[in-house]
């Protein structure tokens, strides 16, 4: 008789539940540069903005205009600042 053995069934195989790994928390000077993050971000966009208005500003060209190739070079390293903050504060806030 066959009817016993169709209803048998091997069990499925059981599959281990996948391993994540473990979240890791900030550290103490982590969670303080984070805490400190907002700060750091707002006065380095207030220095981008300022060389900004320096740059647009047509009376600079006429009296300091030797000093627009630096003050370019510090607007690029200002806004490169910034950009670098805000990867740091995503990096960080990913984390919590």
């Given at each position: 008789?066959?009817?016993g053995?169709?209803a048998?069934r091997?069990?499925?195989?059981?599959?281990p539940?996948?391993?994540?790994?473990?979240?890791?928390?900030?550290?103490?000077?982590?969670q303080?540069?984070?805490?400190?993050?907002e700060?750091?971000?707002?006065?380095?966009e207030?220095a981008?903005?300022?060389l900004?208005?320096?740059?647009?500003?047509?009376?600079f060209?006429?009296?300091?205009?030797?000093?627009a190739?630096?003050?370019?070079?510090n607007?690029?390293?200002?806004?490169?600042k910034?950009a670098?903050l805000?990867?740091?504060?995503e990096?960080?806030?990913?984390?919590i």
């Amino acid at each position: 008789d066959r009817r016993g053995q169709a209803a048998f069934r091997p069990p499925a195989p059981v599959r281990p539940a996948p391993v994540k790994p473990e979240a890791r928390r900030l550290s103490f000077s982590e969670q303080r540069e984070l805490d400190g993050m907002e700060d750091a971000i707002l006065a380095a966009e207030a220095a981008v903005s300022e060389l900004e208005a320096l740059l647009n500003d047509p009376n600079f060209y006429t009296t300091r205009a030797a000093e627009a190739p630096e003050t370019v070079k510090n607007l690029e390293s200002a806004r490169a600042k910034v950009a670098r903050l805000y990867a740091r504060w995503e990096e960080l806030t990913s984390r919590i």
